[in-house]
């Protein structure tokens, strides 16, 4: 399979959230099931200098928007084996952020317009083109349109995959005309339309030959009204093209063994796993105690994540829990400053680190007995990943990706990794966090939770093979 990944960031290069690792690694699972992957990006002023320098021009395309014409420059780098395009136009892309600005649906518009440019030009021919999130959702669309009489492209196939329903690329009818050259035709419940405006991703899901999403569960949650951000009539409709596939996590860059953030390198040793959590313990001045049970959040600030119900409780838990927790993340300013009070009212239990630091979050990782997050949505969520990989026990609630990954543990039967409540309610999340602290105190049944987790495997390898059949599925 020739497979293209189009999307909007990708890590080592550019990175603002999880989509970023899925781009940075998906493609390398692929390749080794014997798939020929590329990647396309746009290239970001804010890309690290020691990238930008090592791109190499390959050709200038004359890209239409509307009734403008605008240069795209296609740059290259061949990064492990994957080879990566960037699209150059300092108009649209040389500006201090990725995303947030008024002109968001111009910027993506000619994103979308020279991908499609590059792979007519390309001396290479993708079988697929794998698209992700709203901003690259035109893609689907223009095969089927614009492109449709380009010989090339005729029997390409096209996977969108969503990473998160919520952000969907919404904007005005205007942008119809103006910018992607479609008539009032195109203004349907089939193709745009989204209460009296236009929708990139409903598009994606109107075009593409195949939907994904990053988690079995969360692909049932979001044909219901309550995730379905009121495109869950659309998903309903399109129900047999529609798969949830976990994301993976690089079992090599997060191995606690060869991590270098950390000071006690460890694989299944607690005795090690103790020494990192008296170690962080020390150096955030908390009381030194290998015996109280460290609870870490590493997660942006927002109400998605569950800070209300945090907010709700936390207090009541410190008070009356012999525990520690420690947090880093930034986020909306309400959940910072409630966390930054928490940690003034009991600064012998609590670390609130209003910041973001990679380093520092794998040590919160390898020093937690125990991750929380109580997500009201979470559609696949790599901290309880990670936390798993590290010998942490998350405790999560069941919806999405965390439903799928962390399984609640029975002490009649010995089986379960992790500690699960179900409802979005702060006092039955409270009473898991005690249960999980119960657990902690019994060292025989602590001892088995671990082994469980030690066995636990979300490698992008698993990942690949269920994309690859998807692919090939659809050549069938």
């Known amino acids: 399979m020739n497979v293209l990944m189009i999307g909007s ?3 080592p290069f550019i990175k603002t959230g ?13 390749k080794k099931q014997g798939a020929d992957v590329r990647v396309v990006l746009p290239k970001y002023e804010n890309m690290d200098n020691h990238w930008k320098e090592q791109l190499e021009h390959l050709d200038e395309l004359n890209v239409t928007i509307g009734w403008r014409n605008q240069y795209a420059g296609i740059e290259y780098i061949k990064y492990d084996g994957i080879p990566i395009y960037f699209i150059d136009n300092e108009y649209y892309f040389k500006r201090s952020n990725l995303y947030g600005y008024d002109d968001e649906a111009e910027r993506f518009v000619f994103f979308n317009r020279a991908v499609m440019d590059l792979v007519c030009a390309m001396d290479w021919t993708p079988d697929v083109l794998h698209c992700h999130d709203w901003q690259t959702g035109l893609i689907p669309v223009f095969l089927h349109t614009h492109y449709k009489e380009v010989e090339k492209l005729k029997g390409m196939k096209t996977v969108f995959t969503i990473h998160n329903l919520k952000y969907q690329g919404v904007f005005a009818q205007s942008v119809l005309h103006d910018l992607m050259d479609f008539d009032e035709g195109m203004m349907s419940d089939e193709a745009f339309e989204f209460f009296g405006d236009i929708n990139f991703m409903k598009g994606a899901l109107n075009y593409a030959d195949f939907i994904t999403t990053v988690s079995e569960t969360y692909a ?4 219901t009204p309550y995730y379905g951000e009121n495109l869950d009539g659309v998903l309903r409709k399109r129900t ?6 976990v994301n993976g996590i690089d079992d090599q860059n997060y191995n606690p063994m060869k991590d270098d953030a950390l000071a006690f390198p460890y694989r299944s040793s607690l005795i090690k796993k103790n020494q990192n959590k008296m170690w962080l ?18 997660s942006r600030l927002v109400e998605q994540k569950g800070f209300d119900l945090i907010g709700r409780v936390i207090d009541e838990l410190l008070h009356h829990d012999d525990v520690q927790i420690v947090l880093l993340g930034t986020g909306e300013y309400q959940y910072e400053q409630m966390l930054q009070w928490v940690q003034d009212r009991h600064p012998e239990k609590m670390s609130t680190n209003i910041r973001f630091s990679e380093p520092f979050s794998r040590q ?3 020093a937690s007995d ?34 799928d990954t962390v399984q609640p543990y029975n002490e009649e039967t010995g089986e379960g990794n992790g500690f699960t409540f179900t409802n979005y309610n702060a006092h039955d999340m409270l009473y898991t966090i005690r249960r999980a602290i119960e657990y902690y105190q019994d060292s025989a049944s602590w001892q088995v939770l671990v082994k469980n987790i030690c066995k636990s495997k979300f490698t992008w390898k698993n990942s690949a093979d269920q994309y690859m059949d998807l692919y090939q599925s659809m050549y069938r």
């Open 9 to 11: 960031e990708c890590t």
């Open 18 to 30: 999880g989509l970023a690792d899925v781009l940075g690694s998906l493609p390398h699972a692929l």
């Open 281 to 298: 313990q020390a150096e955030l001045g908390l009381p030194v105690r290998k015996d109280v049970p460290m609870i870490g959040i590493v």
């Open 240 to 245: 047999d093209e529609l798969i949830g596939i």
């Open 364 to 366: 919160i990782y390898a």
């Open 370 to 403: 125990l991750f929380l997050m109580p997500s009201r949505f979470e559609p696949c969520g790599i901290g309880q990943l990670i936390a798993l990989r590290y010998l942490a026990a998350p405790i999560v609630r069941e919806t999405g990706g965390l439903a």
């Open 220 to 223: 049932k949650e979001i044909q």
